[in-house]
């Protein structure tokens, strides 16, 4: 076993038998290097059926989300012409002012609108591929946050940064360099 002290060869053999020869040896981490491939193949496999799930319900949701605009688009093209001229000669015989009855109309389309913006929103949100994201984390290979990037040598923000970016110019400068350049 991998984790196990080594025994002295004089000190018995605890109910093991000779130590396996170097060709069983080889053939034994092959057929361990063949498991571990074969594992691995099959992780990705998966990976790759997610992935492809994923995109087929962002597909699918970026088709209702355009069908949604574009019921939006009607909406507040056609409808909102009748629905306001109708509103507003109705309020006018009501007795309203044109500021009130026109207000009324406004607050009607931006009711609608907000509606179907709503909507739209939803289905842009499943377009998001959450599941691959979560599934590509666990395994390491994506950071969403950003907080795996090791590529800004700049200190983080903090108490105490400002007071360390001149030093840190400071030490990165050559020797007999002043401030000025010279």
Do not use: C, K
């Amino acid at each position: 076993m991998a984790g196990d002290a080594p025994q002295d060869a004089g000190a018995g053999d605890g109910g093991r038998g000779p130590a396996p020869g170097l060709d069983e040896s080889l053939a034994a981490i092959n057929a361990a290097r063949r498991e571990a491939l074969d594992a691995s193949r099959g992780t990705l496999r998966a990976l790759r059926r997610l992935a492809s799930a994923d995109f087929a319900l962002a597909r699918s949701a970026f088709g209702r989300a355009l069908a949604w605009a574009g019921a939006a688009t009607v909406f507040g093209a056609s409808a909102w012409l009748f629905v306001t001229g109708t509103l507003i000669a109705l309020m006018q015989r009501m007795g309203l002012s044109w500021l009130q009855s026109l207000a009324v109309a406004a607050l009607m389309s931006l009711v609608a609108a907000g509606f179907a913006a709503w909507r739209v929103s939803r289905y842009f949100d499943l377009m998001g591929m959450h599941a691959t994201r979560r599934q590509l984390s666990r395994l390491g290979l994506f950071d969403e946050d950003g907080a795996g990037d090791d590529d800004d040598d700049e200190p983080p923000p903090g108490p105490g940064a400002d007071a360390a970016r001149p030093a840190a110019a400071a030490a990165a400068r050559p020797t007999g360099a002043g401030p000025g350049g010279g």
